[in-house]
């Protein structure tokens, strides 16, 4: 879970296996050792943090296809520099 010290992809996994949702785990009896405490602590930014990342399937995005390729985007680099973060 970003953010959360001490828990990384495989806490995070262990925590949601049986596919537990993230929203039940406190309710789980799953956070009970020191990462439990610290996911706790921070409980709130948890959930914003799902909240941000989670994508959502049921919106409508207009899409005209007009056979053409989309524009090249810029290099990273180019965009750094020209807004002068470098």
């Keep these: 879970m970003p953010g ?18 993230l929203r039940d785990l ?5 956070l009970t050792d020191a990462k439990g405490a ?6 709130a930014d948890v959930l914003r943090w799902e909240a941000m990342i989670t994508v959502h399937r049921d919106l409508d995005v207009p899409v005209a296809l007009n056979g053409e390729a989309s524009p090249q985007l810029p290099k990273p680099a180019d965009v750094v520099e020209k807004l002068g973060l470098w």
Excluded at 4 to 21: M, S
């Design 4 to 21: 959360v010290r001490g828990v990384g992809p495989k806490v995070a996994a262990a925590l949601l296996c049986d596919g537990i949702r």
């Design 26 to 30: 406190p309710g789980s009896g799953r």
């Design 38 to 43: 610290a996911i706790t602590m921070i409980w």
